[in-house]
Nanobody, 127 residues
């Protein structure tokens, strides 16, 4: 199982917009919560937004009114639409997912929930 993030890597001017995507692939039984985190230089990783499997969303105060998280369950993909970007949004953005997988062999196989992280995608916002 892996998460592949895309959509960052470039330079965006303040006030601009960007859409990040993150697709899960592999032997996936199901996906519970999905989320985006970010980490700016010298800072701890922080939650940006999260979405449950039923579509309930949470957005951190820093992104309220500007960021929207959504998901396409058929594609095992989570998105982060970021509008009105600010220089302080500059960070590496990581996707995160709680993924249901089968572990073990034969009759001892168990359904477990495991946490996976994407590789990170850099978002740079210029002033």
């Amino acid at each position: 199982v892996q998460l592949q993030a895309s959509g960052g890597g470039g330079l965006v001017q303040a006030g601009g917009f960007l859409r990040l995507s993150c697709a899960a692939s592999g032997k996936i039984i199901g996906i519970n919560d999905m989320a985006w985190y970010r980490q700016a230089p010298g800072n701890q990783r922080e939650l940006v937004a999260a979405i449950t499997d039923s579509g309930t969303t949470t957005v951190a105060d820093s992104g309220k009114g500007r960021f929207t998280i959504s998901r396409d369950n058929a594609k095992n993909t989570v998105y982060l639409q970021m509008n009105s970007l600010k220089p302080e949004d500059t960070a590496v953005y990581y996707c995160n997912a709680e993924i249901l997988v089968l572990r073990g062999l034969g009759f001892s196989r168990e359904l477990t929930s495991e946490t996976y992280w994407g590789q990170g995608t850099l978002v740079t916002v210029s002033s």
